[in-house]
């Protein structure tokens, strides 16, 4: 056998992550509206909570992640509201807010 002969590649094992949840992190952020912006390499997503009766409101948690890592939160969401739908049925959803730039 030659010295310069490829060696058969292994397949990759998954890593096992340890995720790190700070208890200010863990309390969360109640949002009622998201936001959704996006250029060639970033999408940015905005939480936003808006009170009631309120001209003004404030953005929680701003969000920037790739294209690819945007396509699989939304194939991740789309899983989970189905799953949710079926435990609890259909999600009702209304017209979005009109929101002044």
Known sequence: ???NAPKPQQPQQP????????DD?????YCNLAMINHNETEFVLDFIYVQPQQPKAKVRSRVICSPRHAKQLLVALNENVK???QKFGTIAIGAP????H
């Open 1 to 3: 056998m030659s010295q």
């Open 97 to 100: 807010p009109e929101v002044l």
């Open 15 to 22: 890593v096992a992550i340890q995720i790190q949840l700070d």
């Open 83 to 85: 799953l949710f739908e």
């Open 25 to 29: 992190v863990a309390q969360g952020q």
